[in-house]
């Protein structure tokens, strides 16, 4: 009898020790040789791997570190539904000649990594991650540098990592094939993740309407995506950037620099409250894959709730898309001033046959001066423009004066020039010939003859002023 009750209490022992293991939390630094001798992982030595058999947890101030010089390459989640809960620290070292490997087998699915609340910042360093259901990374400090994350499925989480109330580093990785968004962080969560030098292709295989990374509002540092490359694949529901603060919860800031964002349904949404970027040095080309122009199609696109949706655009090509920029309800959008000019390069972006290079469908003022419209022909560059002069109740688009595309200025070919522009009820005009001035209904309010400088008074208003064969368009407040 007694060996009877001896046996059931052994095998009682292992079957709680195969559905999970937890570390003692006492500061233990463990490694993998660690595990195979508690029982939690097998290791596999004719094909030098470790196999993780039942749900691990790390416990805070614990802390779990893979040397790949000293390990086999490989780690597998061996059964079907497991976990790696890290309370404490995780440091993985690939090696100069090699990735190290952590993923599925062919007979398992749906592994899965968690960070909650870790006490100590975990590294990920030349790793290769595959087939898994996702990273998920909650209060915790980690940095993954040259890494691989591949083939993941969104059985657990409708993205590869996602993160909220933290902000992790991503340097010098690659996400390419996978079901969901690469990188996303949640509408109730605060957190800003720097994401450098990393390239993005073909995710979110599931043709869900989801950008490749999607980001919910900042924290207190400021979101950096710099030097990055995101090209869409063959499905045309895939975006590129998307960041948005939708419930007010901070003050987001954000860097967009020297990025290649091409072949989306989109290029870079920004959306919400209190959100302010500064977009610079970036490529946004041919994000057309969106079949209904009236569903996106932006290269860029910044609709804000209020006037606290900030941007700052300068030295951008955005060409190819099926508008390219567009503006919408309200927003505080500089594409260039009479101090600092834009020069961004901004054409042939359309559909339907019709040339939107900036689509102003808010009532803010947007100034964007001295960028690149694809024409130095003002006619052709107003028509590619859509504000103020095309329905009264937008907002007015000063785009003069303009460069070519080698940075020219063509101010002096338009012939005169108006300032200040927006004006506070007068404003001057320098030229020589008939002046003629038309209000926003197209009616004569001014003709005169000029040479020289020349004040004007006049009630709030758009107006447009002629000068022979030039126009400018100034607006009074």
């Known amino acids: 009898m007694k060996k009877i009750v001896l046996l059931f209490t052994l095998l009682l022992a292992i079957t709680t020790l195969n559905a999970q293991w937890t570390s003692p939390g006492d500061g233990t630094t463990y490694t993998l040789t660690d595990l195979a001798e508690i029982g939690c992982i097998h290791h596999d030595y004719a094909n030098s791997v470790y196999s993780i058999m039942t749900d691990i947890t790390i416990s805070a101030t614990d802390k779990l570190y893979i040397n790949g010089n000293d390990e086999p390459n490989s780690l597998l989640f061996n059964e079907n539904d497991l976990t790696l809960t890290i309370k404490g620290a995780v440091v993985v070292e690939g090696t100069e000649d090699s990735y190290y490997y952590i993923g599925m087998p062919v007979y398992a699915e749906h592994g899965r990594i968690r960070f909650e609340d870790a006490t100590e910042p975990s590294h990920f360093s030349r790793c290769s991650f595959a087939d898994l259901s996702g990273i998920q ?13 591949i083939g993941f499925n969104t059985f657990s989480q409708t993205s590869t990592i996602s993160f909220s109330n933290c902000s992790p580093v991503f340097t010098h990785c690659s996400f390419h094939d996978n079901e969901g968004a690469a990188i996303s962080s949640p509408a109730n969560g605060q957190g800003s993740p720097q994401i450098v030098n990393c390239t993005f292709s073909n995710n979110v295989t599931s043709n869900a309407n989801q950008p490749q990374i999607n980001l919910g509002p900042g924290s207190n540092d400021t979101i950096r995506i710099v030097g990055c490359t995101l090209e869409g694949g063959a499905n045309n529901m895939v975006g590129g950037i998307a960041i948005a603060d939708l419930m007010g919860t901070g003050a987001t800031k954000i860097l967009l620099k020297d990025n290649i964002v091409k072949n989306n349904r989109y290029g870079y949404n920004q959306q919400g409250y209190n959100l302010s970027s500064v977009v610079v040095g970036n490529q946004f080309i041919d994000n057309n894959l969106e079949t209904n122009p009236m569903n996106g199609g932006s290269g860029i696109s910044i609709y804000g709730v209020d006037g606290n949706n900030k941007a700052i655009l300068r030295d951008n090509v955005i060409t190819g898309n099926l508008w390219g920029i567009t503006v919408i309800n309200k927003a505080d959008i500089d594409l260039g001033t009479e101090d600092d000019w834009g020069h961004n390069q901004i054409h042939d972006n359309g559909n339907g046959g019709v040339i939107y290079d900036l689509y102003n469908n808010s009532t803010s003022d947007i100034m964007a001066v001295g ?58 005009v320098n030229g020589q010939g008939t002046m003629t001035i038309t209000n926003a209904l197209g009616q004569t ?6 040479d020289g400088k020349e004040s004007i008074d006049l009630p709030r208003g758009l107006y447009v002023v002629r000068l022979g064969d030039a126009t400018r368009k100034v607006i009074v407040e």
């Open 137 to 149: 990374i909650i209060g915790s400090d980690v940095t993954f540098d040259d890494c691989q994350i």
């Open 371 to 428: 960028n690149y419209w694809g024409t130095t022909n003002e006619q052709e560059i107003e028509d590619h423009i859509f504000h103020q002069a095309d329905n009264p109740g937008l907002g007015m688009v000063n785009y003069i004066p303009f460069i070519t595309d080698d940075g020219t200025n063509e101010a002096k070919t338009t012939g005169f020039e108006v300032w200040p522009n927006p004006a506070q009820g007068r404003f001057t």
């Open 445 to 450: 309010i001014i003709t005169k003859e000029i």
